[in-house]
Structures are given as structure tokens and as C-alpha cells.
């Protein structure tokens, strides 16, 4: 079956832009959460929709958001980008949630210049 | 909330050799713990997960040492390859996932 597909793979946007990346799920599974990589700060939890609610959320600012549909593809928005926001954003889908198996796609790598 | 802890950011090994990486967690609640591997220019990939209402797990040449007395969790690698060359990082469930930074395991051939 296909994996977690993320697009665009790669991007690169100027401060105070705005941005939306997408993730499509593998088909079944109804939980999606988002997660930021950096160097410095390794990997943290931005977070999670199931079935098209968000169920939780990390300690990420207001400029971060994120949505789900009815197909359970979701989207994550970034406003007024900053050049600390240059990250790699990664996706992981689940059949229920963020305790049980997840399976992460290959990510977005966004570069704020 | 909660916090892990990394105990080795970097792992050498020579092919065939055992591997353990370690990771601390600091909330007793926690319960839920899994292990991710990472090869450069990929997502995350599951590899075990453990509940906190057992102590070990085995996998195809990975076992997960759960220690709950004084929050730490291992992951032994039997046999290690020039293949299981990547970044592990535990995560550690509260609530939310909380990942450690990640230790990178060389192995030589």
C-alpha cells in the first residue's frame, strides 16, 4: 500500500510570507500529526488531527496551524514565516493516534530566507 | 509534560557487535515508548514499541528494555549491519509524543 506522501518536498520562501504543506495519510488511517526537525532542537510535536479535529497540540506558536478533511489528507499553514521556521516539517498518519504505530512520509524541507 | 534525555549522541560499532542506545525519560506516567530510525533524507521509521505495562519487547534483532523504576529505556540491536547505520530516537508518550535529540550509529564493516 502507498506510504505517507508529503508535498512539496522541497521549499523556499522569504520572511513574512506565508506557506501550506500537505500531507496525504495512508488510506485507513484517520490520525495525522505534524512534527518540526531542526539540528538544534531535534524533532517536536506541532500536532494532531483525527478524524478532522485537533485532538492536541505542542508548544508552538499561534502563526502555526493546521486542518484536516473528510478523506483525512491534512494541510499545516505557517504565517508570517521567520527564519528560525526553516526546518524539515514531517507527517506521520496512524490508524488511531499518536499510541499506536505511526508512519511517518519523507517531509517538507522548508528554507525562510 | 516531559522530557527525554539522550545518554550518547554518537554510537561506533563494528559489524556483527551488539548495539545499545539508551534514552531517560523523565515522567513516571509516561506510557507509551517507541523507537524511530532515521537515514539521511528520509521520514522517521518505526522499529519496536513497548507499553509501560511490560518490561522488554523483542523485534527481528531488536529488543526494547523498558525500566520504569528509574525511567530509562534501551534498544539492543543484535548483530548490528552496515545497513542499521542511521539515527535512533526514542519517543516517549505523555500526552503528547516527546522525542529525544537522537543517537547516531556507525557501524563499520
Known amino acids: 500500500k502507498a506510504g505517507v506522501t508529503q508535498t512539496p518536498r522541497y521549499l523556499i520562501k522569504t520572511r513574512g510570507q506565508q506557506v501550506t504543506l500537505s500531507c496525504s495519510p495512508i488510506?485507513?488511517?484517520?490520525?495525522v500529526s505534524w512534527y518540526q526537525q531542526t539540528p538544534g532542537q531535534g524533532l517536536q510535536f506541532l500536532f494532531e488531527y483525527f478524524s478532522e479535529t485537533q485532538r492536541n497540540k505542542g508548544n508552538f506558536p499561534g502563526r502555526f496551524s493546521g486542518r484536516q478533511f473528510s478523506n483525512s489528507r491534512s494541510e499545516m499553514n505557517v504565517s508570517t514565516l521567520e527564519l528560525g521556521d526553516s526546518a524539515l516539517y514531517l507527517c506521520?498518519?496512524?490508524?488511531?493516534?499518536?499510541?499506536?504505530?505511526?508512519?511517518f512520509g519523507q517531509g517538507t524541507r522548508l528554507t525562510v530566507v | 509534560g516531559e522530557s527525554v534525555g539522550l545518554h550518547l549522541p554518537t554510537l561506533s560499532v563494528q559489524e556483527g557487535d551488539n548495539s545499545i542506545i539508551n534514552c531517560a525519560y523523565s515522567?513516571?506516567?509516561?506510557?507509551?515508548f517507541i523507537w524511530y530510525k532515521q537515514e539521511s533524507g528520509k521520514g522517521p521509521q518505526f522499529i519496536i514499541d513497548i507499553r509501560s505495562n511490560m518490561d522488554k519487547r523483542q523485534g527481528q534483532r531488536v529488543t526494547v528494555l523498558l525500566n520504569k523504576t528509574v525511567k530509562h529505556l534501551s534498544l539492543q540491536i543484535a548483530a548490528t549491519q552496515p545497513g542499521d547505520s542511521a539515527v535512533y530516537f526514542c519517543?516517549?508518550?505523555?500526552?503528547?509524543?516527546?522525542f529525544g535529540k537522537g543517537t547516531m550509529l556507525l557501524v563499520s564493516p
Open positions: 506521520a498518519s496512524s490508524l488511531e493516534g499518536v499510541n499506536t504505530e505511526a508512519f
Open positions: 515522567n513516571s506516567a509516561s506510557d507509551y
Open positions: 519517543a516517549v508518550l505523555y500526552s503528547t509524543l516527546t
Open positions: 488510506s485507513g488511517h484517520r490520525s
